[in-house]
């Protein structure tokens, strides 16, 4: 498993479908990317090169653009008409 699909299957742990959260996740990465401009994060190696901690720090970014994701693409049946 990389790096990224981490990220991804704690999505799809939340409930996500493949192709939603490679929908957050492509607005999520430059997010976590920016966070730290003097080290490259690896997406396509190995999950295990990074400790847990780390993957709690992307993953908290990673929520919160599945959130913002998840209003805009999701609406709300109980507020409607």
């Known amino acids: 498993m990389t790096t990224r699909e981490r ?3 704690e999505l799809m742990e ?3 479908f493949d192709k939603d959260a490679e929908a957050v996740l492509e607005k999520a990465i430059p ?3 920016s966070l730290n ?4 994060i690896t997406w396509d190696r190995p999950a295990e090169e990074y400790p847990s901690p780390v993957y709690r720090v ?8 599945a959130l913002e994701w ?8 109980e507020n409607e008409g």
Request: include cysteine.
């Open 31 to 33: 997010e976590i990317e």
């Open 7 to 9: 990220l991804k299957a």
């Open 58 to 65: 992307m993953f908290e970014v990673t929520r919160r653009i």
């Open 37 to 40: 401009t003097s080290y490259r």
């Open 14 to 16: 939340c409930g996500f």
């Open 70 to 77: 998840i209003d805009q693409n999701c609406p709300d049946e």
